[in-house]
Nanobody, 118 residues
Framework: QVQLVESGGGLVQPGGSLRLSCAAS????????MNWYRQAPGKERELVAT????????NYGDSVKGRFTISRDNAKNTGYLQMNSLKPEDTAVYYC???????????WGRGIQVTVSS
């Protein structure tokens, strides 16, 4: 059974940090590009960060550049999103996504809430 399970979300004060994890099972995680998306209430889902299957290339949305870091540990079938200097506008449900670049097969996690508020 294919699963992507996010963890590490919660409530944090502005300026704080959180690290999200995405645990993969049921497929060959190391062959998939991994992405983190987020969706705030009333807004469209937004691509936050991307990392290639081997971790050699990363890319970030303009709103998180310099604050967020995407990484992965293929030996543990887990991806991460380190979020620093959090702002209230980072409040959203965060989703991890794995996509096979060869054929487009895509898997999604259920999402996890991140709330930045004092």
């Amino acid at each position: 059974q294919v699963q992507l399970v996010e963890s590490g979300g919660g409530l944090v004060q502005p300026g704080g940090s959180l690290r999200l994890s995405c645990a993969a099972s049921g497929f060959t995680f190391s062959s998939y590009v991994m992405n983190w998306y987020r969706q705030a209430p009333g807004k469209e889902r937004e691509l936050v960060a991307t990392i290639t299957s081997a971790g050699g290339w990363t890319n970030y949305g303009d709103s998180v550049k310099g604050r967020f870091t995407i990484s992965r540990d293929n030996a543990k079938n887990t991806g991460y999103l380190q979020m620093n200097s959090l702002k209230p506008e980072d409040t959203a449900v965060y989703y991890c996504n794995a996509r096979d670049a060869r054929n487009g097969w895509t898997y999604w996690g259920r999402g996890i809430q991140v709330t930045v508020s004092s």
